[in-house]
């Protein structure tokens, strides 16, 4: 539990009166995740870095919150069990132009982080994403892109996740993901019993 903690906790390098010149006047942020684990130590370590930080574990819940206090700051996960987190993007966006979007994809789901951006979110992260890495894409300047990462995923990790995705979305046939992914059946077979690359 501990190790987990460190992890998305970060050090709050940017402390004092730095985050909070950083973060501006309105430090409302919603942060919408279905991992409830990972939604807490986020939402503490975000506490920690001066945002007033509000909750939400699904799309129903990320919207109704988006409607009656629509925050400056969000950090929404794209897939969620009751739906996509694009459908909180557009909640968000219809009451206000001005808050300051962050996406967190956890499927190397590039096409779909990208629609994010082009409904107004600032940038996307893969999870699981550290705090700072969280507070530096928020607090960025416009035009201003957060720092590559230094361990980002590799070429291998990302193709791995796309056949996952494919797989799931075949509701785990591999007949069918197969012929989707114009593979052969038995490679896809050995890669699916594999453990995931770094």
Known sequence: MSENNASVAGTPG?????????????????????DVPFLRRLARAMESRGFTVDIA?????????????????????LRLGDGNGLDVIEAIRQRRDDTKIVVLTGYGNIATA????????????????????VFNALTQKPGEKAEVPENPMSADRVRWE????????????????????NMHRRTLQRILAKRAPK
Do not use: F, W
């Open 14 to 34: 940017t402390g004092g009166n730095t985050s909070v010149e950083m973060i501006g006047s309105d430090p409302t942020l919603l942060i919408v995740d279905d």
């Open 57 to 77: 574990a699904s799309v129903a819940e990320g919207v109704a919150k988006s409607r009656s206090a629509t925050p400056k700051y969000a950090v929404v996960d």
């Open 114 to 133: 990208v629609t994010a951006v082009k409904l107004g979110a600032l940038d996307y992260l893969s999870k699981p994403a550290d705090a700072d890495d």
């Open 162 to 181: 796309h056949i996952q995705r494919v797989y799931e979305a075949c509701e785990r046939n591999v007949s069918e993901t197969a012929r989707r992914l």
